[in-house]
Structures are given as C-alpha cells and as structure tokens.
C-alpha cells in the first residue's frame, strides 16, 4: 500500500479527523501546515518513500468503505488522482512522488495534471451555523425555530456592532466556513444548511435570497450568508458593508433562505430601512449595479402600505437615502450605520 500523509491545514477538526485515520492506519503520517499548504505538501513528499502516496486533508471525514489499496493502471501513474468528496472532486489525494504540482494547484486543489476518480472517498466536514442577534424582538423565537432544523446551532448574541458579531461568530465556528443567520430571519421550511463549496472556492462569499415583508423584494439583504471563517475574523472593522468586505470574491445563491422581519416596532423598521438605503444610495456595495441599486432604493421609498410599520421603514428609507448622498465620500461617516447606539439616537431625535 502507498504511503499515507495527513496534511492538518490548523482547521479545528484535525486532531480528531487524524485520530480516525490513525486508528485505521497506524503508519499515517501527519504535516502541519505552519509554514503554508504548499511547503506542507513538499515536506510530506519527502516523508514518503513509495512512488505515489495518498494526501489526506483534515476537514474530510473520510468513508468506511473507502479502499486505500487503490492502485491506478501503469498508464496512469504519472496522473494526480483526485478523489470524490461529497459533490465534488477535491478530496483525498493519490500523488505520484515525483509530480510537478505548483503552490495554487495545492492551495486550490485543483489541479492540470490530473484525473478524476468517481469514487467517493471523502465528504467535508459540515459547516457550523451561527445565529447573530442584537435586541431584535423576535430573536428568541427565531432561534427556537432554527435549533428545530439545526440543533447544533450556535448563538452570538448582544455584541455591539455588525463587524464585531460576526467577529465573534467566525471565533465560534470550527469549520472553514460558516452560515449566518440574523436574529430577524425566520427561515423557510424547505431551506437546508447542506449546501457544499468546493475547495477551490471557499474564499468566496455566499449569500442567500431574503423576501422583505415592508417592501416585497426578494435579494440578498438580510439573507443567511455563508462565509469564510478566517477571512471573516479578520475583517476590516471600519468598512461600511460588512459582507462585501470580507472577500473579493462574491456568490448570489439563487434561492430563498428566509424572511427578514425586521417590521417588529418602530425603531426596528427605521434602522432597517436606514442602513439599508444609506448602503443603497452611497452606493457603498462593492459590485453594486446602478439600475439594479436604484430600483432596490425606490421600492424601499415605496413600501407596501399595510405592511406592519411602514410609514416608519418609509421615513427610515428617506433619511437613509439623504444621509447616504449626503456623505458618499465619506466612508468614516457611512460606518456610523453599523453603531446601534448612534441609530437610536437618531431615531429618537
């Protein structure tokens, strides 16, 4: 059998993912990647004395029926073969000893000279779910309903500032990645947290569609988010959108993840509508689509008006769309939105 090397790329879950490969290969070897994924690669390499020998990543949970005793044809020896994990092929590693692979083929796992090998050996470790609440009236209830689908579920609850949460949150999480949901989503019956992201794109922003009970429209405010945990911790804190701020890299997931009622009293319907349009009419989201943008803003000037606090979304609405054109180059300024305190000083003044 080829050798095996465990490559512990410091996710949370890799003492207890090695352990279990240990338990069934007592000769696994282990790499941390101290010193970056590549120069992990390379030292493994060199603790390998068959000509291939497997890579095992450490956010897999590898399949009990999965043969290591795999041996490609002559033909194919100088190949790379990737293995099936889950829906896609980024898992477990057959490598030949002396391959040519670059650092973004093994930080990306993906790679030119390669084949793929339509044998599940692997699925990723599932993503953790952080619920991010701060004084929103239906929290609780909303939590409640989401342990129901999710018992798992973890709570960040009463920390000041939209940054500092999900701060927070990504500190909470021990996967790669993580959903969020906010305290004012209520998430619909047939929404999953199974979706899975390959390797090659999990420094990328998800965000689901949210429907908006004042308004009617149906986009990414408000919507369960699924994002990069290191990233995420290390966001820059002074950034007007916080979700466009965590990556440069950025995904619509087209489907429908919750309800964002946030139409709970007053001083919730204002902020809501505030924040929103100040980000709307600064145009402030990075990616943000002129026509698109405007016709967001004017639906949000227009709500419905037998919706639960309209008139004081509406009023929120135009007061965020002044203070947003009013300070469009002043992105210090815009941040204030993301200050609870000041909001509700502004609404009760």
């Known amino acids: 059998m080829y050798d095996i090397v465990f490559i512990s790329c410091q996710e949370p879950s890799a003492d207890a993912n090695y352990a279990a490969l240990k338990a069934r290969f007592p000769l696994a070897k282990r790499v941390d990647s101290t010193n970056g994924v590549y120069q992990a690669y390379i030292t493994a390499s060199k603790k390998c004395f068959t000509k291939m020998f497997w890579i095992v990543w450490d956010n897999l949970t590898i399949s009990n029926t999965f043969d290591f005793s795999y041996i490609p044809d002559d033909w194919d020896e100088n190949y790379i073969h990737v293995f099936k994990n889950g829906l896609y092929f980024d898992g477990i590693l057959l490598v030949p000893k002396k391959a040519l692979v670059s650092q973004r083929e093994i930080e990306y796992r993906f790679f030119s000279n390669k084949k793929e090998v339509d044998i599940l050996a692997s699925t990723p470790n599932i993503y953790d779910v952080v619920f991010i609440s701060y004084q929103e009236p239906n929290a609780d209830e909303n939590y409640s309903k989401l342990l129901k689908k999710v018992p798992t579920a973890k709570r960040v609850n009463g920390v000041k500032g939209i940054h500092q949460a999900h701060i927070e949150a990504a500190k909470l999480s021990s996967s790669k990645m993580f959903f969020v949901v906010d305290g004012d989503a209520a998430i619909c019956d047939d929404f999953t947290f199974d979706y899975q992201v390959p390797a090659w794109d999990e420094t990328t922003v998800h965000v689901w569609r949210s429907i908006n009970p004042v308004n009617g429209l149906e986009y990414g405010n408000g919507g369960v988010k699924l994002l990069p945990r290191l990233l995420t911790e290390n966001v820059d804190v002074n950034t007007t959108d916080m979700t466009t701020s965590i990556s440069d ?74 203070f947003g054109k009013e300070n469009k180059n002043k992105p210090e300024v815009l941040a204030l939105i993301n200050d609870f305190d000041w909001l509700e000083r502004q609404f009760n003044a």
């Open 249 to 322: 890299k950025f995904k619509v997931v087209d489907q429908l993840s919750n309800y964002t009622v946030f139409n709970t009293d007053p001083f919730q319907a204002w902020k809501g509508a505030f924040r929103e349009c100040t980000k709307l009419a600064s145009k402030s989201i990075t990616g943000q689509i002129d026509d698109e943008t405007e016709d967001r803003l004017q639906a949000w000037l227009h709500p419905i008006p037998a919706a639960s606090f309209s008139n004081d979304a509406k009023r929120g609405a135009e007061q965020g769309t002044v």
